[in-house]
């Protein structure tokens, strides 16, 4: 009895570790296609030219921007998928209090987007002719410009939500608080 109870263990010992071996190639096959079609979920850095270094104020954004210790300001417009789930993942909520949204109207009027996530407030700037993007050469969006100190300093592409709460600017506190204060 304890020689079959044995070799039952041993059996099952054998299974688990042939299932955790090919858990462990599906993940890295998974990785490779995912660097072969270069959907890494990793921003890209944005050249921000001329206005690196710059007042926000001086590109068309809010001159209150011109005073922040530290901001992030983020483009979307109603024409890309990403930055459709990037406003869902805010759920109405333009928060923590450094975040800053300009929305670009590519397709038509940006009210309909603007309504569909009830995308609201005094931190929501709409870019209806384009100046913004244009003064600062973003061609893409969704991106994000880093201000401190009351300059641009950075932008980048925002990939996804995950990246979008990452680039958020810090609440008082830790940055775990953050995250949590930022998914609401």
Known sequence: MTLALLILVCVLAALVFIAFSALVEMFHQLKQIREYLEIEDSPVLIDLGDAAGTVPSAAGLPAELDTAGRATVLFLSNKCRTCFTLAAALQGRVRPPGLWIVVVPVLGDAAEFI??????????????????????????????????????????????????????????????????????
């Open 115 to 184: 309504d569909l996530f009830d995308l609201r407030g005094e931190r929501v700037v709409l870019d209806e002719d384009e100046h913004v993007v244009n003064r600062l050469g973003i061609d893409a969006t969704p991106a994000a410009v880093l201000v401190e100190d009351g300059r641009m300093v950075k932008a980048h592409s925002v990939p996804s939500s995950r990246q979008m709460f990452a680039a958020l600017p810090p609440l008082e506190g830790d940055g775990k608080k953050v995250r949590q204060a930022a998914h609401g």
